[in-house]
């Protein structure tokens, strides 16, 4: 995802209904989506291969982060309504799921 956000930043958010329509959003897009999700992957790749502190730390941070990411559409499901299976509830479990796994892992 996060390469993706560097190379198509406008069809990354496409699916939520956003458009990233001048040169501002983009490079947002890039930014936080691209940049942020590569330094993150590559930080899950260094903690798959390594062990100790450091290594809980990131599947600890990184898991606690997809859990908060799946509260805020818990959030906007409460102030919204209903949300639409895809994008949003797809999503919702991925990060769910995924931080839980990240979780369960750095208590290893």
């Keep these: 995802m996060g390469l993706y956000g560097l190379v198509a ?3 990354l958010i496409r699916p939520f209904g956003i458009a990233a329509d001048s040169v501002a959003a983009r490079t947002e897009v890039r930014a936080v989506y691209g940049g942020f999700g590569v330094a993150v992957g590559g930080a899950l790749i260094w903690a798959a291969v390594t062990s100790g502190a450091a290594r809980h730390g990131v599947l600890a941070a990184v898991g606690i982060a997809l ?4 509260a805020g559409r818990l959030a906007a499901r409460a102030a919204e309504g209903p949300l639409a299976l895809y994008p949003l509830w797809f999503y919702f479990w991925v990060e769910a799921v995924g931080g839980g796994l990240l979780l369960m892992a750095a208590a290893m």
Excluded: N, Q, R
Aim: glycine share 14%.
């Design 9 to 11: 930043p406008a069809a």
């Design 67 to 70: 859990l908060g990411m799946a």
